[in-house]
């Protein structure tokens, strides 16, 4: 574990560099725990795959703030399946999608078992990223883990659902991208009008169910 400044009112602290399911628990669990009992000065806490960034204002110095990371660090318990919610995303699929075709050709298999094999996991959100309410959702099978495409589109529609290596996500807008879209969720992902505008947040698990 190390702890660091990032600039003058923020600081990181990293518990690895691997993408790691114990590691992003770690980190998620202690960015619930500033933020539902901050300290003077927290703004926000926000996980990462192995670490947590602190947002602070000019309450809090960045030795105060390490002083505390390492004092809760050693504290809070990072089992936190009783404040896990599973949500179940619907998508539609279609066959004719080039990148489905390009995964069963990587993976050497029917796309019809592609798509049982997408569906059949529990996908954990590690963070959100990239865009606002983009959430990045491990592990994809092994099987069917297929790289992001050598040159990215320039544009990926609002809802799409893609695999990139193990990881898989749901644009929440139209944007470019890389990743090979599966299918697609008319569910809104993001909603800068709601209280909460993401509707998906790090430690939830993810069940995507065919529409």
């Known amino acids: 574990m190390r702890i660091f400044p990032l600039g003058d009112s923020a600081a990181t602290i990293e518990f690895g560099n691997d993408i790691s399911l114990d590691l992003n628990a770690q980190a998620v669990e202690i960015a619930r725990n500033l933020n539902e009992t901050p300290f003077a000065g927290l703004l926000e806490a926000v996980p990462a795959y192995a670490s947590v960034t602190v947002f602070y204002d000019n309450r809090a110095t960045f030795e105060s703030v390490k002083r ?63 865009l606002p309410g983009f959430a990045y959702m491990g592990e994809v099978n092994d099987r069917i883990a297929t790289p992001r495409l050598e040159t990215p589109r320039t544009k990926v529609p609002k809802g799409s659902i893609g695999i990139a290596g193990k990881q898989t996500g749901i644009y929440p807008l139209e944007s470019p991208g890389g990743w090979n879209i599966i299918g697609r969720t008319d569910l809104q992902m993001f909603d800068p009008t709601s209280d909460h505008p993401c509707l998906l947040k790090p430690g939830d698990e993810v069940r995507f169910v065919r529409c």
């Open 68 to 130: 505390m990371l390492e004092s809760r660090s050693r504290t809070i318990v990072t089992d936190s399946r009783d404040k896990t919610d599973l949500v179940e995303i619907p998508m539609t699929i279609s066959f004719e999608s080039p990148d489905i075709q390009r995964i069963a050709a990587y993976a050497e298999l029917p796309e019809v078992e592609v798509v049982e094999i997408f569906l059949s996991t529990t996908y954990r959100v590690s963070m959100l990223g990239f």
